[in-house]
């Protein structure tokens, strides 16, 4: 009988290299091709044997990328040839990564998944800023939501998620909102939040070249067009925002006034 290969689903993580679990490493170094997608940091890549095939099958949020129907074929032909698959996601593959339609997929196909967590980008975000998603006194709990849907039909319904946001004390950490801002601040509003509910804003966790900004739901349009916010781009809301120590907040203030309940 013929031995096929496997595939693992590894999380990068949010690209700090040193946010790669051990886990994530082991299967790195034991690939013989890794797929890697767009936000991947290439200093992951250290750990690859020499001779692993790298394929860099780029995929973000509203920008062009490579058909996926064209990256399943391609896991499954490996797979097949048995060699040892890697698919190499930023984040975490089950959070906002199609790490559960290409594992179901690669199941249909009657193949070996494994899926290796990585730490996602939202929790990554809010931890550079000192900034707890749930805290006693401030938030019961978090919702990941994403800004971007697969159609225009999929698109989240941010006026209901503002009022059980707001009726629950939870936190809100929105993925690539930056496209859809003005219907996500639009929506919070006529669902109830508070216009001066602190919004973290937080592009490119963890890499070198990390901008962060504090702001208000009132003010998030703006503060974005005025900073020229760029993808990837992460959006805390909620009362846990304004924990975030000043010292490494790209600028304190709002456009027009200083969040008077910071700790500065």
Same mark, same amino acid.
């Not at 790669?20 to 790195?28: D, F, N, P, Y």
């Not at 193949?111 to 899926?115: M, N, P, Q, S």
């Not at 004390?169 to 909102?177: D, E």
């Given at each position: 009988?013929q031995?096929?290969?496997? #595939?693992?689903?590894? @999380?990068?993580?949010?690209g700090? *290299?040193?946010l790669?679990?051990? %886990?994530?490493?082991? /299967?790195?170094a034991r690939a013989?091709v890794?797929l890697?997608d767009?936000?991947v940091?290439?200093?992951v890549?250290?750990h690859?044997?020499?001779?692993?095939?790298?394929v860099y #099958?780029?995929?973000r @949020?509203?920008?062009?990328?490579? *058909?996926?129907?064209?990256i399943? %074929?391609?896991m499954? /032909?490996?797979?097949?040839a048995?060699?040892?698959?890697?698919?190499?996601?930023g984040?975490?593959?089950f959070v906002?990564?199609?790490g559960g339609?290409?594992?179901q997929?690669?199941?249909?196909q009657g193949?070996?998944?494994?899926?290796i967590?990585?730490i996602?980008?939202g929790?990554a975000?809010?931890a550079?800023?000192?900034?707890?998603l749930t805290?006693r006194?401030?938030?019961?709990?978090c919702?990941f939501v994403?800004g971007?849907g697969a159609?225009?039909?999929?698109?989240?319904?941010?006026s209901?998620?503002?009022?059980?946001c707001r009726q629950q004390?939870?936190?809100?950490?929105?993925?690539?909102?930056?496209a859809?801002a003005g219907?996500?601040q639009q929506?919070?509003?006529?669902?109830g939040v508070?216009p001066?509910?602190?919004v973290?804003i937080?592009?490119?966790?963890?890499l070198s070249?990390?901008?962060?900004?504090?702001t208000?739901i009132?003010q998030?349009?703006h503060?974005?067009?005025v900073r020229?916010?760029k993808?990837p781009?992460?959006?805390i809301?909620g009362?846990v925002?304004?924990l975030?120590?000043s010292?490494?907040?790209?600028d304190?203030?709002l456009h027009?006034?200083k969040l008077?309940y910071?700790h500065?």
């Open positions: 009988m031995q096929w290969g496997q #595939v693992s689903l590894v @999380g990068a993580g949010p700090d *290299p040193e790669l679990t051990l %886990k994530a490493v082991r /299967a790195i013989d890794i890697v767009d936000l940091s290439e200093e890549l250290v690859k044997r020499d001779s692993a095939r790298v #099958v780029g995929k @949020g509203g920008c062009a990328s490579t *058909p996926q129907e064209f399943e %074929k391609l499954i /032909a490996e797979a097949r048995g060699r040892q698959v890697v698919r190499l996601k984040g975490d593959p906002f990564g199609r339609e290409e594992r997929h690669l199941i249909d193949l070996t998944v494994e899926v967590n990585g996602t980008s929790m975000a809010a550079s800023l000192g900034v707890p805290h006194e401030y938030s019961h709990g919702i994403t971007h159609k225009e039909s999929d698109g989240t319904d941010w209901a998620l503002a009022e059980v004390r939870l936190t809100l950490v929105v993925y690539m909102g930056v859809n219907s996500i929506g919070l509003l006529k669902g508070s001066d509910t602190p973290a937080v592009q490119s966790a963890t070249g990390q901008i962060n900004w504090l208000s009132s998030l349009c503060e974005i067009q020229q916010v993808s781009a992460i959006f809301i009362e925002a304004k975030a120590e010292s490494v907040l790209s304190k203030f027009e006034k008077g910071l500065y």
